[in-house]
């Protein structure tokens, strides 16, 4: 397994402005990705965070909006650019260490007034 | 993308009760994961399973993947209160890791 912190645990944020989410592992991964949970809702994947390379985006998520990073094997960033009310959710990192295994980050409570 | 149908959406039981919760797709999966999810943390994987037919046991609850990959079933024996939570399946689609999740069971188990 991988112990997974993320920085801030929640914010409220106002309409218009950028917050970036800190995803650090304890250990070198390679696969980590960036997932949003809408309230009540399940998981949807953002993106894939690639090390070294731009991230890989899924359909419906856009860099201009969701730029991210991943400086290191240990270390990826996810800002949520011009916020609006729809934005607010639950921002989860995981990380895949073993074959198939995935483990997700306490994620970041987001709330946009 | 591959579609997860997760049921029953809610469930609501007694301690000591037994239940089932199942995870279909008519799309075949490399791998099949379960998690649980308390209010305000991130999910906490409680078992991979890869291979068809595969049934895995973790204490009172039993983990099943289809023969043909394409649906999985979790079974709680005697439910206890601290059961209580979001189940959700998700699946894998070949090798590249990305996670299609299920919408979830979200189980209360009443003292």
């Known amino acids: 397994s991988a112990v997974i912190s993320q920085k801030p645990s929640r914010d409220i944020c106002q309409r218009g402005t950028s917050l970036t989410i800190q995803c650090q592992v304890d250990s070198q991964v390679t696969m980590m990705f960036w997932y949003r949970q809408q309230p009540g809702q399940s998981l949807t994947l953002i993106a894939t965070a690639n090390q070294g390379s731009e991230a890989t985006y899924e359909s419906g998520f856009v860099i201009d909006k969701f730029p991210i990073s991943r400086p290191n094997l240990t270390f990826s960033t996810l800002t949520v650019s011009n916020m609006s009310p729809e934005d607010s959710s639950i921002y989860l990192c995981?990380?895949?260490?073993?074959?198939?295994?995935?483990?997700f980050g306490p994620g970041t409570r987001l709330t946009v007034t | 993308t591959q579609l997860l149908e997760q049921s029953p959406q809610f469930l609501s039981i007694q301690e000591g009760e037994n239940l089932t919760v199942y995870c279909n797709s008519s799309?075949?999966?490399?791998?099949l994961q379960w998690y649980r999810q308390e209010p305000g943390e991130g999910p906490v994987l409680l078992v991979t399973v890869v291979t068809g037919g595969e049934v895995k046991k973790l204490k009172r609850l039993t983990f099943q993947f289809g023969d043909a990959r394409k649906d999985s079933s979790l079974h709680i024996t005697a439910a206890q209160t601290g059961d209580t939570g979001l189940y959700l399946c998700?699946?894998?689609?070949?090798?590249?890791?990305?996670?299609?999740f299920g919408k979830g069971t979200l189980l209360t188990v009443n003292p």
């Open positions: 799309s075949v999966f490399s791998s």
């Open positions: 995981s990380v895949v260490t073993g074959s198939y295994e995935q483990y």
């Open positions: 998700a699946g894998a689609e070949g090798s590249n890791y990305k996670l299609t």
